[in-house]
T-cell receptor, first 114, second 109 residues
Framework: KAGVTQTPRYLIKTRGQQVTLSCSPI?????VSWYQQTPGQGLQFLFE???????NKGNFPGRFSGRQFSNSRSEMNVSTLELGDSALYLC?????????????FGPGTRLTVL | QKEVEQDPGPLSVPEGAIVSLNCTYS??????FMWYRQYSRKGPELLMY????GNKEDGRFTAQVDKSSKYISLFIRDSQPSDSATYLC?????????FGAGTRLAVHP
């Protein structure tokens, strides 16, 4: 079974621009979560989608948004990029809700904001 | 105070050593406890998953949960250079999943 895939793997943007990251979960998984990982803050939860509905949202500004499509694929968008948005963005999928189920992570998208 | 505390390390040990990695937590609602391993430039992968107090063993890895002390541990026996990675604890329950900051482990030959 194919794992979680994320595109693109690397991205360089400048301040003020916007970016869209994509995640394809494992086939049959209906839950997709997004995380931001930085050396100083560790793994920070962004949001979680289950069957196209956002079930949970982390403590991030409104510049960070996401959505999930009917095929469970998910996208996250960051508008008006800031230097501090440079991070590894990880997507994870699971069969059931993440708090009780194994999450399978993709390789991440490394975003650099200049 | 963070809900999950994990010493970031780095932890450096010789090959063959027993490694102990730990996390403490403050929210007694957590019922599910996980350990993930993350190699450089990769996403985390699940190592161990437990939902009760006590020990769970899988090969060289043992996960230990003490709910009364709100403390979980991961032991690695006969550590190998291939175990060099960042280890993240994670705790879930009541619609919440929280990760620790991760402990960087280096096993040198």
């Amino acid at each position: 079974k194919a794992g979680v895939t994320q595109t693109p793997r690397y991205l360089i943007k400048t301040r003020g621009q916007q970016v869209t990251l994509s995640c394809s979960p494992i086939s049959g998984h209906r839950s997709v979560s997004w995380y931001q990982q930085t050396p100083g803050q560790g793994l920070q939860f962004l949001f979680e989608y289950f069957s196209e509905t956002q079930r949970n949202k982390g403590n991030f500004p409104g510049r960070f948004s996401g959505r999930q499509f009917s095929n469970s694929r998910s996208e996250m968008n960051v508008s008006t990029l800031e230097l501090g948005d440079s991070a590894l963005y990880l997507c994870a999928s699971s069969l059931r809700v993440p708090s009780t189920d194994t999450q399978y992570f993709g390789p991440g998208t490394r975003l650099t904001v200049l | 105070q963070k809900e999950v505390e994990q010493d970031p390390g780095p932890l450096s040990v010789p090959e063959g050593a027993i490694v102990s990695l730990n996390c403490t937590y403050s929210n007694s609602a957590f019922q599910y406890f996980m350990w993930y391993r993350q190699y450089s430039r990769k996403g985390p992968e699940l190592l161990m998953y437990t939902y009760s107090s006590g020990n769970k063993e899988d090969g060289r890895f043992t996960a230990q949960v003490d709910k009364s002390s709100k403390y979980i541990s991961l032991f690695i026996r006969d550590s190998q250079p291939s175990d060099s990675a960042t280890y993240l604890c994670a705790m879930g329950g009541y619609n919440k999943l929280i990760f620790g900051a991760g402990t960087r482990l280096a096993v040198h030959p």
